[in-house]
């Protein structure tokens, strides 16, 4: 395919989807107890442990940027949003060996 090709041009991130995946890639650098306070709130404790700091961050975020939850006002719409907020805050996996 040619560099200038409608469908491959089509699937490219847009500039400010690059800088916010650069962003969050950045946050999740910082030590845990930096991304807590930048959450706003402590993360939750079940059974004896606690939420990554990471998980909770983008959890904290995608509250604060949704108006409905998964399935409202349709379950297609809700499925539309999911879609399109998940490849912004998506990175590489980590494997380790244990």
């Known amino acids: 395919m040619a560099p200038d090709d409608p ?8 500039l400010a989807e690059r800088v916010q995946r650069m962003i969050g890639r950045a946050l999740l650098l910082l030590p845990d107890p930096l991304i807590v306070r930048l959450a706003g709130r402590p993360a939750p404790v079940i059974d004896g442990q606690r ?3 990471g998980v909770h961050l983008l959890l904290v975020d995608r509250a604060r940027h949704l108006r409905y939850g998964l399935i409202e006002p349709t379950v297609a719409a809700g499925r539309r949003d999911s879609r399109h907020s998940t490849p912004q805050r998506a990175r590489p996996p980590v494997w380790s060996c244990a």
């Open 7 to 14: 469908e491959l041009l089509r699937d490219r991130p847009r």
């Open 51 to 53: 939420l990554d700091a």
